[in-house]
């Protein structure tokens, strides 16, 4: 009993953090359809995300949500500057010319899933495929997405392709899985829309030989025209993990490469490799790091990735308790939208606004819970705003199932709390905003 009350004091005490660390990433309110697979944005108005079965969307920041699609796999969604939404599925490229109200496919010549799709500025569209070194490469649409060719001379033999990026000059970086590793995947880059590839050697000063790529997790490409690459290799006999950077101008210059530091208190060389990053309005950097729950996290900087920190603040896992890599997409408020892949939440941060414009989120008063923490089985009050009483009350575990849901009734409302001891999320839905609470059960 006496250690019981010394866990529970040792949580009272750490609460303020857990309070203050809730408000980074909060919960769309709904978030249905399964693990997600990718997200993007049309016409800053209209959000679509995919799911392992099929797209949804919706066109109230992520409050509701419709399917738009029905598929046997989607791996990736994407939408073009002319509207046209794209599902990345399996030898298949799904597309919607209209609001994702119907659906056509064309088959691929590819058995791999169609994991990135992106387009340069001249409206030339490139899907990439494969599944860790082994794929079918990279394809190229020069008709909003109606027909397909293959576009991999230049590559070798590998083609399993983790990340394509694109530059404002429409150069093409492809970054290809190389799991001996032999030398033949890596980084390539192609200036002829991707009829010709050309490998790059990553050469830096503290290394004696080129370093040879076994793994990418990340390749983006920054609004100052540098080049971000993260992954897992070898240089020249041992084993690194790095996050390296390089202007777009000097990326065939020898010894270009240098390294951007993300966990600072380890060797610079056994970094966390970093997946791709986003650039917000205002200057933040979004990117994440894939590994087990308990390490993996979403990586956020104020500094143009000079200095970063490790959030995981309203973060869950998939159901296989890793946390993978994110995908964020941004409203012009600069509102953040973001899914983790296999993870069935959608998420939402106002950390990066760039105008005086408030996501009702935080427009809405706040809810009051206690007590906190509660004992198992027992009765939580929720108050919420004596302005506004039309509420829904919901208690989620950190999954994101609704455990209870209940239409409130008035300012104060009782409400059982889960038999079972843990973390769990309160949410209070009114004035067309979401307002979230954690509460302990013990």
Same mark, same amino acid.
């Given at each position: =009993?006496?250690?019981?009350?010394?866990?529970?004091?040792? =949580?009272?005490?750490? !609460? #303020?953090?857990? @309070?203050?660390?809730?408000?980074?990433?909060?919960?769309?309110?709904e978030f249905w359809g399964g693990p997600k697979t990718g997200i993007t944005l049309v016409d800053d108005s209209v959000l679509y995300?995919?799911?392992?079965? /099929?797209?949804?969307?919706?066109?109230?920041?992520?409050?509701?949500?419709?399917? @738009?699609?029905?598929?046997?796999s989607v791996h990736t969604v994407f939408a073009s500057s002319s509207g046209t939404v794209f599902a990345g599925g399996t030898g298949k490229i799904y597309f919607s010319e209209d609001s994702g109200i119907t659906w056509d496919s064309v088959a691929i010549n590819s058995v791999y899933p169609v994991k990135q799709i992106i387009e340069n500025k001249y409206e030339t569209l490139f899907a990439i495929t494969g599944v860790e070194d082994e794929g079918d490469g990279v394809f190229c649409s020069e008709d909003d997405g109606k027909t397909w060719e293959s576009r991999n001379n230049g590559l070798g033999y590998l083609?399993?392709?983790?990340?394509?990026?694109?530059?404002?000059n429409g150069r093409l970086y492809l970054a290809i899985s190389d799991m001996g590793p032999t030398g033949n995947g890596g980084l390539?880059?192609?200036?002829?829309?991707?009829?010709? !590839?050309?490998?790059?050697?990553?050469? =830096?000063?503290?290394?004696?030989?080129?370093?040879?790529?076994?793994?990418?997790?990340?390749?983006?490409?920054?609004?100052n025209d540098s080049l971000y690459l993260s992954f897992y290799g070898v240089a020249p006999n041992f084993m690194v993990q790095l996050n390296l950077c390089v202007s777009i101008d000097d990326i065939k210059a020898p010894n270009s490469w240098k390294a951007m530091h993300v966990q600072k208190n380890t060797s610079w060389w056994t970094d966390r490799p970093l997946n791709n990053i986003h650039f917000s309005q205002n200057g933040d950097w979004y990117s994440s790091y894939y590994q087990l729950a308990y390490i993996g996290a979403t990586y956020f900087s104020e500094t143009g990735g000079n200095f970063w920190n490790r959030v995981d603040y309203g973060l869950g896992s998939s159901e296989d308790g890793w946390r993978h890599p994110q995908q964020f997409v941004e409203k012009s408020s600069g509102r953040i939208f973001m899914i983790q892949y296999l993870d069935e939440r959608i998420y939402t941060t106002d950390k990066s606004l760039v105008t005086s414009a408030k996501p009702p989120v935080h427009n809405s008063p706040p809810?009051?819970?206690? #007590?906190? #923490?509660?004992?198992?089985?027992?009765?939580?009050? @929720?108050?919420? #705003?004596?302005s506004d009483v039309s509420a829904?009350?919901?208690?989620?575990?950190?999954? /994101?199932?609704?455990?209870?849901?209940?239409p409130n009734s008035e300012s104060f409302n009782e409400?059982?709390?889960?038999?079972?001891? /843990? =973390?769990?999320?309160?949410?209070?839905?009114?004035?067309d905003a979401v307002q979230t609470e954690k509460i302990l059960v013990y």
């Open positions: =009993m006496k250690a019981s009350r010394i866990i529970i004091l040792n =949580m009272l005490l750490l !609460w #303020p953090l857990l @309070v203050v660390s809730q408000q980074f990433w909060l919960l769309t309110t995300v995919s799911t392992t079965t /099929g797209v949804l969307k919706s066109t109230d920041d992520g409050n509701h949500f419709e399917q @738009v699609l029905s598929a046997s083609k399993g392709c983790e990340r394509i990026a694109v530059d404002k390539f880059i192609s200036e002829t829309f991707g009829l010709l !590839w050309e490998k790059i050697s990553i050469k =830096m000063d503290s290394f004696s030989a080129p370093v040879k790529i076994k793994q990418p997790t990340g390749l983006s490409v920054s609004p809810i009051q819970v206690f #007590p906190n #923490p509660v004992r198992a089985g027992g009765k939580l009050t @929720v108050q919420v #705003p004596e829904e009350i919901s208690i989620y575990d950190l999954t /994101g199932k609704i455990l209870v849901s209940r409400i059982k709390v889960p038999e079972k001891p /843990g =973390m769990y999320i309160v949410a209070a839905k009114y004035q």
